[in-house]
Protein backbone atom coordinates (compact mmCIF):
# COMPACT_ATOMS: atom_id res chain seq x y z
CA UNK A 1 0.00 0.00 0.00
CA UNK A 2 1.49 3.37 -0.78
CA UNK A 3 2.22 5.82 2.14
CA UNK A 4 2.39 9.44 1.84
CA UNK A 5 6.21 9.26 2.62
CA UNK A 6 6.10 7.73 -1.19
CA UNK A 7 5.19 11.09 -2.09
CA UNK A 8 7.24 14.30 -2.57
CA UNK A 9 5.16 17.61 -1.65
CA UNK A 10 5.67 19.85 -4.40
CA UNK A 11 5.52 22.49 -2.16
CA UNK A 12 6.35 23.23 2.31
CA UNK A 13 4.84 25.92 3.31
CA UNK A 14 6.93 25.78 6.80
CA UNK A 15 3.70 25.35 8.40
CA UNK A 16 4.79 21.75 10.26
CA UNK A 17 7.58 23.25 11.74
CA UNK A 18 5.43 26.61 13.17
CA UNK A 19 2.26 24.67 14.44
CA UNK A 20 1.92 24.06 17.66
CA UNK A 21 1.04 20.14 18.75
CA UNK A 22 -0.84 21.19 21.50
CA UNK A 23 -0.57 24.49 23.26
CA UNK A 24 -0.64 25.24 26.86
CA UNK A 25 -1.21 28.55 28.61
CA UNK A 26 0.72 31.16 28.13
CA UNK A 27 0.91 29.97 24.49
CA UNK A 28 2.29 32.40 21.53
CA UNK A 29 0.74 32.87 18.85
CA UNK A 30 2.17 30.77 15.86
CA UNK A 31 1.76 30.59 11.98
CA UNK A 32 0.19 28.16 9.74
CA UNK A 33 0.22 28.36 6.08
CA UNK A 34 -0.77 32.13 5.78
CA UNK A 35 -2.82 31.90 8.83
CA UNK A 36 -1.54 33.55 12.33
CA UNK A 37 -3.14 31.81 15.12
CA UNK A 38 -3.53 33.36 18.42
CA UNK A 39 -4.55 30.91 21.05
CA UNK A 40 -5.53 30.88 24.86
CA UNK A 41 -5.65 27.28 25.92
CA UNK A 42 -4.33 23.80 24.85
CA UNK A 43 -5.54 22.86 21.15
CA UNK A 44 -6.37 25.98 19.73
CA UNK A 45 -8.16 23.99 16.56
CA UNK A 46 -12.00 23.69 16.29
CA UNK A 47 -12.96 26.49 18.21
CA UNK A 48 -14.11 29.49 18.08
CA UNK A 49 -13.68 33.25 19.13
CA UNK A 50 -12.86 34.53 21.70
CA UNK A 51 -11.43 31.06 23.11
CA UNK A 52 -9.19 31.32 19.78
CA UNK A 53 -8.31 33.58 17.32
CA UNK A 54 -7.35 32.93 13.69
CA UNK A 55 -5.99 35.76 11.40
CA UNK A 56 -6.00 35.28 7.83
CA UNK A 57 -3.74 36.84 5.25
CA UNK A 58 -5.95 39.27 4.14
CA UNK A 59 -6.42 40.82 7.53
CA UNK A 60 -5.98 44.46 6.60
CA UNK A 61 -9.34 43.45 4.36
CA UNK A 62 -11.13 42.92 7.64
CA UNK A 63 -9.87 46.01 9.51
CA UNK A 64 -11.25 47.74 6.40
CA UNK A 65 -14.45 45.93 6.72
CA UNK A 66 -14.51 46.96 10.73
CA UNK A 67 -13.69 50.41 9.85
CA UNK A 68 -16.73 50.90 7.60
CA UNK A 69 -19.23 48.87 10.12
CA UNK A 70 -18.37 51.19 13.29
CA UNK A 71 -17.36 54.75 11.49
CA UNK A 72 -20.64 55.17 9.51
CA UNK A 73 -22.54 53.34 12.58
CA UNK A 74 -20.67 55.27 15.20
CA UNK A 75 -22.32 58.87 13.39
CA UNK A 76 -25.57 57.02 13.18
CA UNK A 77 -26.06 56.94 16.57
CA UNK A 78 -24.54 60.10 17.20
CA UNK A 79 -26.64 61.94 14.94
CA UNK A 80 -29.93 60.39 14.42
CA UNK A 81 -30.27 58.08 16.91
CA UNK A 82 -29.60 60.38 19.73
CA UNK A 83 -32.21 63.04 17.89
CA UNK A 84 -34.99 60.20 17.99
CA UNK A 85 -34.84 59.30 22.00
CA UNK A 86 -33.49 56.10 23.84
CA UNK A 87 -35.46 53.57 22.38
CA UNK A 88 -33.61 54.40 19.15
CA UNK A 89 -30.11 54.42 20.88
CA UNK A 90 -31.02 51.13 22.04
CA UNK A 91 -31.92 49.79 18.65
CA UNK A 92 -29.56 50.51 16.48
CA UNK A 93 -26.80 49.58 19.74
CA UNK A 94 -28.11 46.58 19.41
CA UNK A 95 -28.20 46.03 15.65
CA UNK A 96 -24.76 46.97 15.18
CA UNK A 97 -23.75 44.95 18.19
CA UNK A 98 -24.87 42.26 16.80
CA UNK A 99 -23.51 42.81 13.44
CA UNK A 100 -19.85 42.92 15.28
CA UNK A 101 -20.30 39.93 17.10
CA UNK A 102 -21.11 37.84 14.55
CA UNK A 103 -18.47 39.49 12.14
CA UNK A 104 -16.20 38.81 15.14
CA UNK A 105 -17.27 34.95 15.49
CA UNK A 106 -16.99 34.68 11.16
CA UNK A 107 -13.81 36.14 10.58
CA UNK A 108 -11.62 35.06 13.43
CA UNK A 109 -12.90 31.12 14.54
CA UNK A 110 -11.29 28.38 12.93
CA UNK A 111 -12.75 27.80 9.48
CA UNK A 112 -11.58 24.39 9.85
CA UNK A 113 -8.15 24.10 8.98
CA UNK A 114 -6.24 20.34 9.25
CA UNK A 115 -3.67 21.18 11.36
CA UNK A 116 -0.84 18.69 10.07
CA UNK A 117 0.34 16.04 12.40
CA UNK A 118 3.59 13.89 12.33
CA UNK A 119 1.20 10.92 12.54
CA UNK A 120 0.41 11.77 9.21
CA UNK A 121 3.47 11.53 7.59
CA UNK A 122 3.48 7.48 8.39
CA UNK A 123 -0.34 6.96 8.43
CA UNK A 124 -1.33 4.98 5.68
CA UNK A 125 -3.77 6.97 2.62
CA UNK A 126 -6.52 4.84 3.11
CA UNK A 127 -6.65 2.85 6.37
CA UNK A 128 -8.62 0.09 5.80
CA UNK A 129 -12.46 0.99 7.21
CA UNK A 130 -11.94 4.79 7.65
CA UNK A 131 -12.91 7.58 5.22
CA UNK A 132 -10.45 7.66 1.92
CA UNK A 133 -8.06 10.16 2.98
CA UNK A 134 -5.93 12.19 0.27
CA UNK A 135 -3.00 14.09 0.21
CA UNK A 136 -2.23 17.91 0.04
CA UNK A 137 0.71 18.07 -1.51
CA UNK A 138 0.62 21.89 -1.24
CA UNK A 139 0.92 21.94 2.46
CA UNK A 140 1.40 18.10 3.41
CA UNK A 141 -1.94 17.15 5.50
CA UNK A 142 -4.18 14.17 4.94
CA UNK A 143 -7.55 15.53 4.56
CA UNK A 144 -10.42 13.67 4.93
CA UNK A 145 -12.98 13.95 1.62
CA UNK A 146 -14.77 17.33 1.56
CA UNK A 147 -11.67 18.81 2.49
CA UNK A 148 -9.94 21.78 -0.02
CA UNK A 149 -6.80 23.18 -0.43
CA UNK A 150 -6.80 27.03 -0.20
CA UNK A 151 -4.31 29.10 -2.42
CA UNK A 152 -4.77 32.13 -0.49
CA UNK A 153 -4.32 31.00 2.97
CA UNK A 154 -1.93 27.80 2.24
CA UNK A 155 -3.76 25.27 4.19
CA UNK A 156 -6.50 22.54 3.74
CA UNK A 157 -9.66 23.09 4.97
CA UNK A 158 -12.68 21.12 5.84
CA UNK A 159 -15.69 21.81 3.30
CA UNK A 160 -14.18 25.59 2.19
CA UNK A 161 -17.12 27.26 1.12
CA UNK A 162 -14.95 30.32 -0.62
CA UNK A 163 -12.15 32.38 0.61
CA UNK A 164 -13.85 35.95 1.54
CA UNK A 165 -11.13 38.86 1.53
CA UNK A 166 -13.84 40.76 3.96
CA UNK A 167 -12.89 38.19 6.94
CA UNK A 168 -9.72 38.10 6.08
CA UNK A 169 -9.40 34.68 5.75
CA UNK A 170 -11.66 31.20 4.59
CA UNK A 171 -15.08 30.63 5.16
CA UNK A 172 -15.59 27.05 5.83
CA UNK A 173 -17.02 23.94 7.69
CA UNK A 174 -16.72 25.63 11.28
CA UNK A 175 -17.34 29.09 10.18
CA UNK A 176 -19.85 28.91 7.99
CA UNK A 177 -23.00 29.70 10.33
CA UNK A 178 -21.51 32.52 11.57
CA UNK A 179 -21.08 33.73 8.02
CA UNK A 180 -24.30 33.46 7.34
CA UNK A 181 -25.33 34.76 10.75
CA UNK A 182 -23.37 38.37 9.92
CA UNK A 183 -24.99 38.66 6.38
CA UNK A 184 -28.62 38.31 8.50
CA UNK A 185 -27.14 40.70 10.93
CA UNK A 186 -25.89 42.92 8.70
CA UNK A 187 -28.97 42.87 6.50
CA UNK A 188 -30.98 43.93 10.00
CA UNK A 189 -28.67 46.82 10.77
CA UNK A 190 -28.91 48.29 6.93
CA UNK A 191 -32.67 47.89 7.34
CA UNK A 192 -32.76 49.67 10.95
CA UNK A 193 -30.13 52.16 9.63
CA UNK A 194 -32.09 53.23 6.62
CA UNK A 195 -35.71 52.90 8.66
CA UNK A 196 -34.68 55.20 11.35
CA UNK A 197 -32.95 57.55 8.95
CA UNK A 198 -36.60 58.19 6.90
CA UNK A 199 -38.24 58.47 10.27
CA UNK A 200 -35.60 61.07 11.47
CA UNK A 201 -36.04 62.96 8.24
CA UNK A 202 -39.51 63.18 8.24
CA UNK A 203 -40.38 64.07 12.14
CA UNK A 204 -37.22 66.90 12.72
CA UNK A 205 -37.51 69.94 12.92
CA UNK A 206 -37.12 72.09 9.55
CA UNK A 207 -35.08 74.65 9.20
CA UNK A 208 -36.43 77.84 8.11
CA UNK A 209 -34.96 79.70 5.49
CA UNK A 210 -32.59 81.90 5.65
CA UNK A 211 -33.54 86.06 4.36
ZN1 LIG B 1 -3.45 21.87 1.60
ZN1 LIG C 1 -8.31 31.07 2.40
Not at 27 to 48: A, F, L, Q, S
Not at 137 to 152: F, K
Not at 166 to 190: D, E, P, Q, S, V
Request: charged share 10%.
Amino acid sequence: MASVQDITPVEKTGSQTCVHEGCVIPCCPHRIGRTYVWCWGKNPYHKIAPLTFFTGPDWPCMLLTYTLITLPTYFFLVDVCTALGLWAIILGSVSAAAVLVSFTLAACSDPGIIPPRAADLEAPIAPPGGPRMSLCTHCNVLRPPGAIHCHDCKVCVLELDHHCPWTGKCIGKRNLKFFYAFLCTLCTHLGVVVLLTVIWLAVRPSVPPQT
